[in-house]
C-alpha cells in the first residue's frame, strides 16, 4: 500500500508543489495523468524517496519513508521500490545480468542469479544477459530497466514516462509487460506519464 497526505515540495525554499492524497492498494494499478511542468516527475521523486517533502508523508506499508535516514532509505528503497526512469541508466562498464546482480548487492540481497536468469526470460532478454547494455537496442535498454525494477520483487513500481517514445505497437508491449509482472509479484503499480494513449488502459486514475 502507498499513501501520501498533504504532500508538498519546493526547489526555492519559497513557492510550493502541492499535490493530492494518493492511496494506492497492494497489488493495484494507476494512472498518474498530466501535462509536461504539471510535477509529475517531482511526484514520483517524492513517492521514491528520491526527494524529501517540505511537508507532508509518504507512507509504504507501515513505514514513513520520509522520516528514514538516509541509509535506512536507501535499503528500504532496493529492497521495497522499484523505479524506472524515462532515460534508463546502466553501469556502463557492467554486462545486463550484471547491472541486476548489482542492484541486489545495494540492497543487501544476496545475489540469485536463477533468479535474474528467469526474470530477463520473462522479458524476451535472456539471450542478452552478458551483452554490455550499450549494445542493446532502445526497447532492449527499457526491457532491461523494467527488469532491473523488479529483481528484488518490490512492493511498489513508479515508471516515469514509459511510453513518452514509442509507438503505438511499443506502448501497447511495454505497459503488457509492466502489468504483467506487476502482477506477478502482487505489486502495486504507478504509470506517472502525460500520454494521453493510456487513458484507456488503467481503470484507476490520478489527474495532477
Request: charged residues 25%; positive net charge.
Amino acid at each position: 500500500m502507498l499513501q501520501t497526505t498533504n504532500l508538498q515540495y519546493s526547489y526555492d525554499g519559497k513557492s510550493s508543489l502541492n499535490f493530492p492524497d494518493i492511496r494506492c492498494e497492494t497489488g493495484e494499478h494507476w494512472l498518474l495523468l498530466g501535462q509536461s511542468g504539471c510535477g509529475k516527475t517531482t511526484l514520483l521523486h517524492l513517492l521514491g524517496g528520491l526527494l524529501t517533502p517540505r511537508q507532508g508523508s509518504v507512507v509504504l506499508g507501515s513505514t514513513a519513508i520520509n522520516t528514514l535516514k538516509t541509509s535506512q532509505l536507501d535499503k528500504f528503497r532496493g529492497k521495497k521500490i522499484g523505479i524506472i526512469f524515462q532515460t534508463p541508466h546502466f553501469v556502463r562498464s557492467l554486462r545486463v545480468g550484471e547491472n541486476l546482480e548489482l542492484a541486489q548487492r545495494l540492497a543487501g540481497i544476496p545475489v540469485d542469479k536463477p533468479h535474474i536468469a528467469k526474470l530477463l526470460g520473462r522479458l524476451g532478454l535472456n539471450h542478452k544477459i552478458n551483452a554490455k547494455t550499450d549494445a542493446l537496442s532502445q526497447g532492449e535498454r527499457q526491457r532491461a530497466a523494467i527488469a532491473r525494477a523488479l529483481v528484488n520483487k518490490p512492493e511498489i513500481i513508479l515508471a516515469d514516462e514509459p511510453t513518452s517514445a514509442l509507438d503505438d505497437k511499443n506502448t501497447n508491449e511495454v505497459i503488457r509487460l509492466l502489468e504483467e509482472t506487476a502482477t506477478e509479484v502482487n505489486a502495486t503499480l504507478l504509470v506517472v506519464t502525460h500520454d494521453g494513449r493510456l487513458k484507456e488502459k488503467f481503470g484507476r486514475q490520478i489527474l495532477l
